[in-house]
């Protein structure tokens, strides 16, 4: 009965991303579209170079012919619809072609290789950030939740609120300004010194240029997480199933882990889950202003550089990454909440 | 539901509302927002600027990059605050012929230790003007920093700057008083106005002592003919401190890009959010409550866009259409109304299966009568405080989408003022004035947002849970 479920989530799963592909692909059609021209003619050009022992006529019809073949390949000379398809296909089968502008720091211009370079470096950073704010925020959330409207609860809530509608990236903007000119006690941005320093040294310096966005994203982020899991454990503290166990005597101590804890686990796993997943896309202005070559700050480049094989590669993943995420919180839902499984029978 | 009923649960409901306190502090912030909003342009120091931000010469009289005024309070050595004078005692003395001697008379009270940074002597008129400038000062020198005969245009305008025009006048002023002094001293690198402030002795151009007391700026003009004239002068002092938040590197005025941001906050705040939050409610009443294909169709439609990356998404759309304030909204809509539609969805659903619909469905109301009439009141509620608890997120969007450089170059927003700064290099000059402002007006409106919304959902969802 699981596996039937979980078979079907993830074929959901697909459907949708295979859907989302295709949006994609429409959206940017005719930017892609002349991206590819461009890029075939300038392959071409740079083929002819070699045949030198060609009269002008010749050398026309060779390129012409191939560059009808390249075209045909591509099926650029296809339909709107079919080149949308073939287009999606490519995306779906991760073949993301070469970049405009965009190189990786080897000088390539693959789009896969520039992508796998820079989402390292947001894992590093921003799922980093969500497992710290996850365990912290829970913490601090079962904290609060034990004496509702005490004097940290109050903090807690009056902070959120204000912390809502906070930019992380003015947060980010702050830090520099204090920590790294007016004390500088942290770099700017960027991922090392230069040159950069090699062995243990290095993954201190590593860690020394992690510290300040790392810093600043969790101080942010603690709070909002603190609050939803104070609010999810003291509704489960209403319940009857918690009356019952105090007036058995367990200790209020194991009332909140063992009991409440359990029963709020699959809503702090989707808080954790979609956190994670998402953070694989990085933060499109907190890695700008902290100079740290994520997917983020990959895809504003590619915004301002018009580089339509990484925006859309770019966006390819995201939401692939997105998309897991749901599915594997379905999956796991199932597991913790055993009456979701069997098809919304409760 | 009549007049009578609407104002009694009106009231109850306020009994109720003042006893959440945030709710309260929210409401004023709100309220103080709204105000500023609309009477804001009044009390800014530069009325005119919500047209003229991006225009050079609107701001050219004033400092680059000063700090607030208050710093004085914190700091041993006060600084000379940005001022404008404009109420010169005026003295006309008809010499005959026609001819007569204008002369303008502007005091000005300087007791500071840093000395201002320019001064611009504004002289607008017309024809053939010879004007003379004369600075007294309280230690009882008088130099003549400007003589000149203009020639104007009718009504033309025409700018002294003491530093840049007046190096010369002020060497020869100091030569006056000592010759020595004078003869190490060069047009192109003396700052004359901090010589025309301070006392005349060695020490003058690497560390001046300020003479402080009331300084006589007198503007004397000959006007030779009836056809010729000049208007009251006016005197702006670009000070070393300016204003209320300073100015930024552009020379504009913090405070008043603060005010003027309040009103578009405020406009694409509440717009998007009651559009976004009707259309949620609207569409997921339509979904839970017709069913079949329609709510297949749209549950699919809120799957698509909840699983779109918002962020990526304004931007590309951004950078393609060139970017006006209003596509942003309806951006923002496009993918905010998603917010509300689960809940209302699941809600309606509930609502469906109320006895009242039933009898309301028995005696013959369409589906879109039961709709409109029997559930979307009950939602409203909570359609309220989830519009107020949706606007936070929405300016920080737009000020994200402002702070790339995609924002609407028409208006003044928040976020354009921390792009400017982010792009002019304030956090890496500190200028903290100029960072720190808007992105506390951003958290503060959110706060207000969040504060009202908590406490609207704090006394209305248990009216919704009992249903």
């Not at chain 1, 075939?40 to 012919?65: C, F, G, H, T």
């Not at chain 2, 025009?165 to 060069?186: H, K, P, W, Y």
């Not at chain 2, 339509?286 to 779109?308: N, S």
Request: charged share 15%; with cysteine.
């Amino acid at each position: 009965m699981y596996r039937k479920y979980v078979l079907k989530r993830a074929a959901y799963g697909i459907l949708m991303y295979v859907i989302m592909i295709f949006v994609y692909s429409t959206l940017f059609n005719s930017v892609a579209d002349r991206t590819m021209r461009a890029q075939i003619d300038e392959q071409v050009a740079q083929e002819m170079l070699r045949y030198k022992n060609l009269s002008p006529d010749q050398l026309k019809a060779v390129s012409d012919s191939r560059r009808e073949g390249k075209l045909n390949q591509y099926h650029l000379n296809d339909p709107l619809v079919s080149r949308i398809f073939w287009r999606s296909l490519r995306t779906l089968g991760f073949d993301f072609g070469n970049s405009t502008i965009i190189k990786a720091s080897t000088g390539d211009r693959l789009v896969i290789k520039i992508i796998l370079e820079a989402l390292p470096r947001t894992i590093i950073l921003f799922t980093t950030e969500v497992i710290l704010v996850t365990l912290i925020g829970v913490a601090m959330g079962l904290y609060a939740a034990r004496r509702p409207n005490g004097g940290f609860d109050r903090v807690n809530s009056m902070i959120t609120m204000i912390t809502n509608g906070l930019p992380a990236w003015w947060l980010a903007m702050l830090a520099i300004m204090v920590f790294s000119y007016a004390v500088p006690l942290f770099p700017s941005g960027g991922l090392h010194i230069n040159p950069a320093p090699t062995g243990f040294r290095g993954l201190l310096d590593y860690l020394w240029h992690l510290s300040l966005p790392l810093l600043t994203l969790v101080l942010l982020g603690i709070w909002g997480t603190a609050y939803l899991v104070r609010n999810i454990v003291l509704s489960n503290l209403q319940e009857d199933f918690v009356m019952a166990a105090r007036a058995r005597g367990i200790p209020e101590r194991k009332v909140l882990f063992g009991h409440t804890l359990r029963t709020s686990m699959p809503a702090i796993m989707t808080l954790a889950i979609l956190g994670l997943f998402a953070s694989i896309a990085g933060n499109i202005i907190v890695e700008g202003i902290f100079g740290w070559p994520g997917i983020g700050n990959l895809y504003f480049i590619a915004v301002q550089q018009n580089d339509v094989p990484i925006l859309m590669a770019t966006l390819a993943i995201e939401t692939l990454f997105s998309m897991v995420g749901f599915v594997v919180l379905d999956i796991i839902y199932g597991l913790l909440d055993p009456r979701i499984k069997v098809g919304g029978k409760a | 539901m009549n007049l009578r009923d609407s104002m009694e649960s009106l009231r109850d409901f306020w009994a109720e509302f003042s006893k959440v306190k945030t709710g309260l502090v929210g409401l004023a912030l709100l309220l103080a927002f709204v105000l500023l909003g609309i009477f804001g342009s009044f009390i800014v120091p530069f009325p005119g600027a919500s047209s003229h931000w991006r225009d050079i010469t609107f701001w050219q009289d004033n400092p680059q990059a000063a700090p607030p005024v208050w710093v004085n309070f914190f700091s041993a050595t006060k600084g000379c605050p940005s001022t404008t004078l404009t109420k010169p005692t005026v003295n006309s003395q008809d010499e005959g012929n026609g001819v007569s001697l204008e002369t303008f008379v502007f005091t000005y009270a300087y007791r500071y230790d840093l000395p201002p940074r320019d001064m611009v002597i504004r002289l607008k008129g017309t024809g053939q003007v010879p004007v003379s400038i004369t600075v007294e000062r309280p230690d009882g020198l008088s130099a003549e920093i400007y003589r000149d005969q203009l020639q104007l245009a009718e009504d033309d305008v025409q700018r002294v700057s003491v530093s840049r025009n007046c190096a010369q006048a002020v060497i020869e002023f100091v030569r006056g008083q000592n010759e020595d002094l004078a003869s190490t001293m060069s047009p192109e690198l003396i700052k004359p106005i901090g010589i025309l402030f301070s006392k005349l002795d060695t020490h003058v151009s690497d560390s001046p002592t300020p003479v402080k007391g009331e300084y006589k700026i007198t503007v004397t003009a000959l006007i030779l003919s009836s056809d010729f004239k000049l208007d009251k002068p006016a005197i702006s002092i670009s000070g070393y401190v300016s204003g209320l938040l300073g100015t930024d590197a552009s020379k504009r005025d913090v405070f008043t890009g603060i005010i003027i941001g309040i009103r578009w906050a405020l406009i694409i705040g509440i717009l998007t959010s009651v559009v976004s939050v009707i259309a949620g409610v609207l569409l997921g009443i339509i979904a839970a409550y017709i069913g079949g294909a329609v709510d297949w169709l749209l549950t699919r439609l809120y799957e698509l866009i909840y699983l779109l990356p918002v962020l990526p998404f304004l931007i590309v759309i951004s950078a393609i259409f060139k970017p006006s304030i209003w596509t942003l909204i309806t951006i923002i809509c496009l993918f905010f109304w998603t917010g509300s539609f689960k809940t209302v969805y699941s809600m309606t659903l509930q609502i469906k299966e109320e006895t009242f619909i039933e009898a309301s469905r028995a005696l013959g109301s369409s589906a879109w009568r039961i709709m409109l009439k029997h559930i979307s009141p009950i939602l409203l509620p909570y359609s309220f405080a989830s519009m107020a608890l949706s606007i936070p997120a929405i300016i920080v969007y737009e000020a994200s989408v402002s702070l790339l450089g995609l924002g609407d170059a028409t208006i003044v927003s928040w976020g354009q003022i921390l792009e400017a700064a982010l792009s002019q290099g304030a956090v890496i000059n500190r200028l903290w004035w100029w960072v720190v402002p808007p992105g506390l007006m951003i958290a503060l409106m959110g706060m207000s947002f969040a504060f009202l919304g908590t406490a609207l959902d704090k006394i209305l969802h248990p009216k919704l849970k009992t249903r």
